[in-house]
């Protein structure tokens, strides 16, 4: 996990987007880029609400990119991160280009890179959009690291895996070795009635602790709460610093419909959370 992407976009949360990124790089010692992203109008799907900015001329555009440019790597400078110099080696920071990428550019050129780092979606105009996300997790085939309103003070020291059984979550703790190998405690956190066929929990710690992870099972009842719910909450109990999570088990339509443990956590997580789909 050397390889960061940070797509930067002018939103209240972006502080806590590079705070994350920044201790994701620290951590594993890696290469972090930054671009400027804006939304593409023509993209827009009905079902979503979205605060549509005006039509942007090349100027606005521009204007756009050099703000968000400089944000970057005002922010890379002043946590003396150095800029990369050809091949990135050891703890660097880059930016690429000088135009504004919408949210498909996220998913295509997001495949080079070992993460992607995206703000938790919300719904208010100045907050980080779902588009981005959802181009991120579903067209990139890498983890999305879904960082929360507010910067965390850390990262990965403990880690929780919301375990359901499904493939997108075994997917989300293979993505997530590197951080889970380092973690000082891993709990593989199962909700009763919050799963679909698949290993139980103890099976999954098993396995994490042959490949050297210091994992422990926990299943726990709702007790009256959603599964996202009960999920944030004992996430919160065990001190949890960083969540894993796979993505959309049910379709991103009877999420929307229905509500479902993804839908909650984007609404309400509070941590940084990585996913997979």
Do not use: C
């Not at 359901?164 to 190998?181: Q, V």
């Amino acid at each position: 996990m050397k390889t960061i992407l940070v797509p930067v976009e002018q939103h209240s949360t972006l502080p806590s987007v590079l705070e994350t990124a920044l201790l994701v790089g620290r951590s594993v010692v890696g290469y972090i880029e930054g671009f400027a992203v804006g939304p593409d109008l023509r993209n827009i799907i009905a079902l979503e609400v979205v605060f549509a900015p005006p039509m942007l001329d090349e100027t606005a555009q521009r204007e756009m990119v050099e703000t968000a440019r400089q944000r970057f790597e005002t922010f890379m400078h002043a946590h003396a991160v150095p800029e990369a110099r050809q091949e990135p080696n050891g703890l660097s920071f880059g930016w690429l280009g000088d135009t504004l990428k919408d949210d498909p550019f996220i998913g295509d050129y997001g495949r080079a890179f070992d993460i992607i780092i995206i703000g938790r979606p919300g719904s208010s105009s100045d907050g980080p959009r779902t588009a981005s996300l959802e181009e991120a997790l579903f067209e990139s085939g890498r983890p999305v690291l879904v960082a929360p309103p507010r910067p965390p003070i850390e990262i990965g020291r403990s880690i929780v895996i919301a375990w359901n059984g499904s493939t997108e979550t075994a997917r989300a703790i293979a993505f997530a070795m590197p951080l889970l190998l380092r973690a000082e405690r891993v709990t593989v956190l199962t909700v009763t009635g919050g799963t679909v066929p698949g290993p139980a929990g103890d099976q999954i710690a098993r396995s994490l602790r042959f490949n050297g992870v210091l994992a422990q099972a926990v299943h726990v009842e709702p007790e009256g709460r959603s599964t996202g719910e009960a999920i944030l909450v004992h996430a919160e109990r065990l001190g949890a610093d960083l969540l894993v999570k796979g993505a959309y088990t049910q379709s991103r339509l009877r999420q929307m419909i229905f509500g479902g443990a993804t839908r909650y956590l984007l609404d309400h997580v509070t941590l940084p959370m990585l996913m997979a789909h």
